[in-house]
């Protein structure tokens, strides 16, 4: 079925996507194979088996069954341009994945000064160790980024938009810098996913995300993935059994779940963002509202040209109100719980600093008032927009009571 369906529309591919006959057999969803043993009808045939390494043939439990080749099947059919997809326990474990299938020792890999911090951490950490060194370079300005490249330099890692600060960059300039430099090219893309942002499509070489979030969609699950064309798809998919990642088939059940409604998901939690967005620019104790798809914010005409859609992730910065005042407002919050990750039904609110974590492009930007530094991050859930903004000016009040 997915293999007929590549041309359709993003809602019918959404629909059909993993659903092969030969997994699903006479139900709609593939059914979850729980499995560490495969068995074989005769020594010739277990001989057989562990001789062929192709996608889709039973052969013992790490190399999954049709629960998690139909999610990856799926992945792959959503992302265009893509020969295959490998699953991971986490979106850190796929960012790691995807870079230690690429890099060895004496290389040097540059990334993008918004990336999400563990992915700033492994680089300055493990990779470090390892002998591969981490250039840290501001995404939004290409001139200082193409002057970094080495002849040693193999790897780009960018996010965008990037963490808390949600800067979109220009990914398909920085694509095709770092080709022509011979470096694998390689985009955090987690927070538009192939349906707002089809990476490969427009240059990236490995497209990674965590499926923890828009694609778990739930809040109940931990996975990452990474797609790419045949040559670095071979190298990751080899990587990664090296390395013994496997995910388990509930989980990657779970995560087909949350592929169905994605579509719908997305665009419900892009609309009410926008309105919350829109909300929070008009108020005087708000003086940055760091949202690409609200005209107007930065690089939102970056945004505008790439993207056909957006989501319930962005940020805002306070007016003249230090953290104190912001813990105020988040803790007066009813709707939006306080905790980590995003992508799933409940909208939540973080505070962030991202000062300490920037190197390469300084936080805050220049060109904002000394007083004007404290970052909430909001994730907008399916909750009613009327009420979110209601329960959030309840708490803007309540910032200002001491
Ligand atoms: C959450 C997140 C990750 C990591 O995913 P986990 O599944 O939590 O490991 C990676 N990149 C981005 C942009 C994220 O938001």
Redesign the pocket.
């Known amino acids: 079925m997915s293999n007929t369906s590549a041309d359709k529309k993003t809602g019918t591919r959404l629909v059909g996507a993993g659903r092969q006959p030969e997994w699903t057999g006479a139900v709609v969803n593939p059914p979850i194979w729980r499995a560490s043993t495969h068995l074989y009808e005769s020594c010739a045939a277990l001989k057989a088996g562990t001789s062929s390494n192709e996608d889709g043939r039973f052969f013992y439990g790490r190399r999954g069954a049709p629960t998690q080749w139909a999610l990856a099947d799926a992945l792959t059919m959503l992302e265009p341009g893509a020969f295959g997809t490998v699953l991971y326990p986490?979106?850190?474990?796929?960012?790691s994945g995807a870079l230690i299938s690429v890099l060895k020792p004496g290389d040097v890999m540059l990334v993008s000064d918004n990336?999400?911090e563990?992915?700033r951490l492994m680089a300055n950490g493990l990779f470090k160790r390892l002998g591969i060194e981490t250039k840290f370079f501001d995404p939004l300005d290409l001139n200082a980024f193409t002057a970094m490249f080495c002849e040693n330099t193999k790897a780009v890692l960018i996010?965008s938009p990037g963490?808390l600060t949600m800067e979109v960059c220009d990914t398909p300039a920085i694509a095709a810098i770092a080709r022509k430099h011979g470096a694998v090219s390689m985009i955090?893309n987690?927070?538009a996913t192939p349906l707002a942002f089809p990476a490969l499509r427009h240059g990236c070489d490995i497209a990674?995300?965590?499926?923890?979030?828009h694609v778990g969609g739930h809040s109940d699950l931990?996975?990452?993935s990474v797609s790419a064309g045949e040559r670095w798809y071979k190298r990751l998919r080899q990587t990664a059994q090296t390395l013994g990642h496997v995910v388990s088939p509930d989980d990657a059940a779970l995560a087909l779940r949350g592929i169905r409604t994605l579509e719908i998901r997305l665009q419900k939690q892009t609309n009410t963002a926008l309105g919350i967005a829109k909300w929070l620019d008009a108020r005087n104790d708000v003086a940055h509202v760091l949202c690409p798809m609200l005209p107007g914010s930065p690089t939102h005409e970056t945004w505008a040209r790439d993207f056909t859609g957006g989501c319930g992730?962005f940020s805002f910065v306070l007016k003249g109100r230090g953290a104190e005042a912001r813990d105020r407002l988040i803790d007066a919050l009813d709707l939006f719980g306080i905790g980590?990750?995003?992508?799933g039904f409940e909208s939540l609110a973080l505070p962030a600093d991202p000062a300490p974590i920037r190197t390469a492009a300084s936080w805050p930007p220049k060109d904002y008032d000394a007083d004007d530094q404290c970052l909430i991050r909001l994730f907008i859930g399916l909750e009613d927009v009327d009420d979110l903004i209601a329960d959030l000016a309840r708490a803007f009040d309540a910032m200002d009571q001491t």
């Open positions: 986490s979106g850190v474990a796929a960012i990336a999400y563990p992915s996010e963490s955090d987690t927070w990674i995300m965590a499926l923890t979030k931990m996975m990452g992730l980590y990750s995003w992508g």
